[in-house]
């Protein structure tokens, strides 16, 4: 009698066990596949500059492979942390990173490459604080849309709001500057709020007044009017300003259908600049051609996909504020991916962005590992919901 009673205990356990909460396994195998994918081509695409300036050919690839681990860890812990926080104290992440974007303007404070200051120095690593702001802001967002949600749907000063806020964030990119960046802040909150509810009308006014306001900013700047004519004809001054988009081109289009394998890329050698960093779509076109990149883009809009799917089905259950950072984290995502890879391709203007997963760069990869965590704990929150799954876990523990 108690052996059965503890058989039937234990079948009770092992089934509750199984039914209990788990992370999207779809999410989770498609990062995983992306971020090896970017692993073997950092290695790649990095072997001849890393040999000439380190004498290691796998130095990049090295580094690499250390935030990997670390990107792995922090999107562990952001699996663990109850959304509530995150709506709690989206007010002040979203406050403290418009005072980190203001302070690396501050001379001598922020560090400056390329002509570009956006990192803090901290000695042992630098800290890109446009990258973490991009996704702070997307929290606040997520949480504004719930409390003020009826205001954004009715009334034209709730759509302004947070507007503004995403206004300043862009002017303070723009100033350091990372034209890219703010670009792709301000289509992320737009489609955000398009997606809150905002009135059509409205959405289409601020639509027109941003895109005005980029343009006439992109043409104010010599820099950036360069780099505006370089790339509407990089062929009138290939050894200049149209260099790169140039080596680029010839990187994609030597690539063919099937690439010239991995390691095969010629523009890796010394031609293409920032070929493992703002050009890895590039490189990875020449050595796995035009399947390679349909592969890769596929993957890119599976996890586009997905991250839409799961805030569909957190808004099923009411879970509002999930449903949003979902879908903040898959416009974000999939707009710098469309962006890098545009500019590659030369469709659109060189923008300095990354690709997301694949590129390297520690700071790229560490925020949108964390985004990842962020949308797999929104799934988790999901299942613990008033859904099937709660509904299972009674019965059992009924039974």
């Not at 199984?18 to 989770?28: F, G, N, S, W």
Request: aromatic share 12%.
């Amino acid at each position: 009698m108690n052996s059965q009673a503890i058989r039937t205990g234990n079948l009770a356990a092992t089934s509750e066990l199984d039914l209990a909460p788990e992370y999207d396994r779809v999410i989770l195998l498609i990062y995983l596949v992306l971020i090896c994918i970017g692993l073997v081509m950092v290695a790649s695409a990095s072997v001849g500059i890393a040999d000439q300036l380190t004498q290691d050919p796998f130095y990049y690839a090295k580094r690499q492979f250390l935030r990997i681990a670390l990107s792995l860890a922090l999107m562990w812990f952001a699996c663990k942390i109850p959304l509530e926080f995150w709506n709690n104290n989206g007010m002040v992440l979203m406050l403290g990173s418009i005072i980190l974007l203001a302070f690396v303007l501050i001379p001598g404070i922020g560090h400056t490459v390329n002509g570009s200051t956006r990192w803090l120095n901290f000695g042992l690593f630098t800290f890109q604080i446009s990258e973490i702001a991009k996704l702070f802001l997307i929290i606040y967002l997520s949480g504004y849309l719930i409390r003020r949600c009826d205001e954004v749907r009715t009334n034209t000063m709730g759509f302004i709001k947070p507007m503004l806020i995403l206004a300043v964030a862009s002017g303070l990119l723009v100033l350091e500057p990372d034209f890219g960046a703010a670009a792709v802040l301000l289509m992320t909150g737009l489609g955000l709020i398009f997606l809150g509810g905002v009135r059509f009308g409205q959405f289409i006014l601020f639509v027109i007044g941003t895109l005005a306001i980029m343009g006439l900013l992109a043409v104010s700047s010599p820099y950036r009017l360069a780099r505006i004519t370089s790339f509407i004809d990089p062929w009138a001054d290939p050894f200049n300003s149209g260099f790169q988009l140039t080596q680029s081109l010839i990187a994609i289009g030597s690539g063919g259908w099937f690439g010239a394998g991995l390691g095969g890329s010629i523009q890796k050698l010394f031609y293409l600049p920032e070929a493992h960093t703002d050009f890895m779509f590039a490189i990875f076109a020449e050595e796995f051609g035009f399947v390679g990149q349909v592969v890769l883009i596929a993957l890119f809009a599976m996890f586009s996909v997905r991250c839409f799917a799961i805030a569909r089905m957190a808004l099923q259950k009411q879970q509002a504020f999930g449903a949003y950072l979902a879908y903040g984290v898959g416009l974000l995502i999939t707009l710098q991916a469309v962006f890098n890879i545009g500019v590659n391709m030369g469709a659109l203007p060189t923008k300095g962005l990354t690709l997301p997963f694949i590129s390297y760069g520690g700071n790229s990869i560490l925020s949108m590992s964390f985004a990842v965590g962020l949308v797999l704990r929104v799934y988790y929150e999901f299942q613990q919901g008033d859904g099937v799954g709660a509904v299972r876990k009674k019965v059992v523990r009924e039974s």
